[in-house]
DNA sequence: CAGTGGTCTAGACCACACT
DNA sequence: GTGTGGTCTAGACCACTGC
């Protein structure tokens, strides 16, 4: 019933029977188990108590704010699948079109992964094909980073509470402690990054660099799988510096060579900053490829 | 009955008169509720002759193209109203949502603007919201350029031989003629970007570093309007470097200030190449910033 | 073969903007 | 009020995958 109503307005702000569409779905499977869905709507409180503007928000986008909840209390882990469509449409007791324009808008995000006649998956930064997915260098004459041939050392590790700048970064307060460690990624042979990362140890706790040296993907498909964190989007900003004597050496150049610096806050869901980091890129042979649209 | 069929590949690439869609609003409707959509399927050409893969493609991908051939012959211009999906519909004989999932693609990739209660618009890079689409470079400390405060000066604008490199990115001959100019953007009286940019002298017939200057707002509106040349897509290559000493002094900095390379090739629809320009950005109080999905 | 996502249609109603 | 895009539903069929 009071379902009826949200779906009247698209709203979940509404009142009374003012059944202006008990037809969207007549009796329907009122009579049938679940509430779930109804009550899915009903009980949610996304909205109810927004002072702010958005006093209503389209049903799908309710149910792809329900998907994400799910996802983020781990109901499905990164590289599972969700139920079916159908199953989420009977749940949430939406018709499937409502279900497939949330997925939709989550599979754009590169949230979620469909595989046609297979299901719909959790994206994760273990697989393959989207490995590196943050990274954006390229060599200037081939068309891909040959992964294969990469190599990586973790220089440095140790905990330290949060500068300002980093607390800032990661939303936490000045001198809460954080992991910090520094490596040097290699590709052919060739030492092309040095970066420092950050990660607050509340949410990383008992993090080594020995699990990390230990674990042989990417470092965030190790975050799924050992602390359930999965990064979903990130934001880069990227100057043209000098390193320092320090850096310099680890990369193997002179302090006048320029170096791309490129600074990343990575986020879980909720806008959630779980990681900054600073890499410095050599960009003699490669180069940041970035597509505009 | 071959209505069924054609559905049932979702495919173009079936038998018969196929007059190239002399029928895309023939009888219609006629006896029956459908063929008409199907028809459209029948008759569209699109991928008749592909010998390649894609020996089908769905409906409203077809409808996509179609929309964007109208385009690219200029039946539609930059920032007018396309005509309503049911127009569309009517017209290619299909359903509202199949038009709808076209345009859904078409305004995800920014070549579509909707605006709902009043219709569907051509995408321009005049309009203010998105003026300055394709320039990341943001201030440290703000949001935003203050575009306002933002001056352009053109230093140099002469025709000469593309060179291999510079033909190679434009997909055009070596030594075919191209512009070559030179230009200075400043924000906030300080000098920031210098820029090189090169364009093919056959697609811009008449340009003039006059004409350049008379027009106020951002380049790519003024070639939407002075050459219906619209840019849809843009790619970028970045790199640290230093700049030379004339380029250092346009800049008015050392030649050991490290500078952002940024090689851009814009393209029109088709993936067209039609401009090439390398900036170098100073990226002292400013960055370069880009949102990782 | 069964089950999943992908496409297409048809029709209803909502929200919004302009006149 | 009229017309536009936006949402939602329902049902049909297709294409792909894996058992």
């Excluded at 040959?146 to 970064?169: C, L, M, Y």
């Excluded at 140890?201 to 660099?209: E, N, R």
């Excluded at 999965?230 to 320029?258: D, F, H």
Aim: aromatic content about 8%; overall charge neutral; glycine content about 6%.
């Amino acid at each position: 019933m009071s379902a009826q109503i949200k779906k009247s307005t698209y709203s979940d702000i509404d009142k009374k029977e003012s059944k202006i569409e008990g037809e969207y779905l007549p009796t329907k499977k009122s009579s049938l188990p679940n509430i779930t869905a109804n009550d899915a709507l009903a009980n949610n409180p996304t909205l109810k108590n927004s002072t702010s503007l958005p006093l209503f928000s389209p049903l799908y986008q309710q149910i792809k704010e329900l998907i994400l909840k799910s996802l983020q209390v781990g109901e499905w882990q990164p590289g599972e699948s969700i139920p079916s469509e159908m199953d989420l449409a009977e749940r949430f007791q939406v018709s499937q079109g409502t279900v497939r324009k949330a997925i939709d808008e989550l599979s754009g995000e590169n949230i979620l992964t469909r595989k046609q006649g297979v299901g719909t998956f959790v994206a994760t930064h273990s697989e393959e094909q989207v490995q590196y997915r943050f990274l954006k260098l390229m060599p200037d004459l081939e068309n891909s980073l040959k992964k294969g041939s990469s190599e990586r050392e973790i220089i440095s590790f140790k905990q330290i509470p949060a500068s300002d700048f980093v607390a800032n970064a990661l939303a936490i307060n000045a001198m809460d402690d954080v992991f910090c460690l520094r490596r040097v990624l290699s590709f052919s042979g060739v030492v092309t990054i040095l970066e420092d990362v950050w990660l607050p140890c509340h949410s990383f706790k008992g993090l080594t660099a020995d699990r990390l040296n230990a674990y042989g993907g990417p470092m965030y498909g190790f975050f799924e799988k050992a602390f359930g964190i999965k990064m979903v989007r990130a934001q880069e900003r990227i100057k043209a510096v000098l390193p320092n004597s320090v850096q310099a050496e680890l990369l193997a150049v002179s302090e006048s060579t320029p170096v791309l610096s490129v600074e990343r806050t990575a986020f879980t869901y909720n806008n959630n900053p779980m990681e900054f980091r600073q890499g410095l890129y050599l960009t003699l042979d490669c180069h940041y490829r970035n597509e505009l649209n």
